[in-house]
């Protein structure tokens, strides 16, 4: 059972790099925040081991406490590019680091010794259906980008990020003359 885990972890590194370059690549906007987050957080984990290690933390709950950070960090990123490019796939995305989150969390508050195994193939499980929804979500961009030119939105993420895109948006529905009324106090 320890070898197909190792080997199932090899295959799921192996096919999430391969995704990600190609979504860096040939990906609409959404596609590459993805690639970006998942190739910044390779050195973040080496990061994160290293401290722990240095910090005396048992060597093996190193795996599960990175796993939260990382999935934490990872979600939060898929979540707001999801927003941002108003992209599906990477809602999908965030759900699935959300059930990676999860299940790093019950694993704490049980035997984890006695789940280890069962718990690495769920976390390889999630890591390749990751790949899985970022593949797809490339593969759906490169289609659209040969039936037509991706708008500046779909490239760039041109939604409301500041607020003079909100202001901008308040002024066309008719609210920027708007003033609160000061209390008479």
């Known amino acids: 059972m320890d070898s197909m885990l190792h080997i199932l972890g090899l295959i799921a590194t192996g096919a999430t790099l391969l995704v990600n370059i190609l ?3 040939k990906g609409a906007g959404a596609e590459r925040h993805a690639s970006i987050t998942v190739f910044i957080s390779i050195p973040i984990q080496l990061g994160l081991i290293w401290m722990l ?5 048992p060597a093996a709950l190193i795996p599960v406490y990175t796993d939260i950070a990382l999935s934490l960090a990872i979600g939060v990123s898929f979540l707001w590019a999801a927003l941002r490019f108003q992209s599906g796939w990477l809602g999908v995305a965030f759900m699935l680091q959300g059930v990676e989150l ?3 969390a019950y694993v704490l508050g049980i035997d984890f010794h006695a789940h280890r195994k069962l718990y690495f193939l769920a976390l390889n499980a999630i890591s390749i259906s990751t790949a899985i929804v970022i593949a797809c979500a490339t593969l759906a961009s490169m289609w659209v980008q040969r039936r037509r030119a991706l708008t500046d939105f779909e490239r760039r993420g041109a939604g409301l990020s500041t607020v003079a895109d909100l202001m ?16 008479r106090a």
């Open 23 to 25: 979504a860096l690549w």
């Open 53 to 57: 290690k240095r910090g005396g933390v």
């Open 102 to 104: 999860a299940i790093s």
């Open 168 to 183: 901008a948006v308040a002024g066309e529905w008719g609210l920027a003359s708007f003033k609160p009324r000061r209390s």
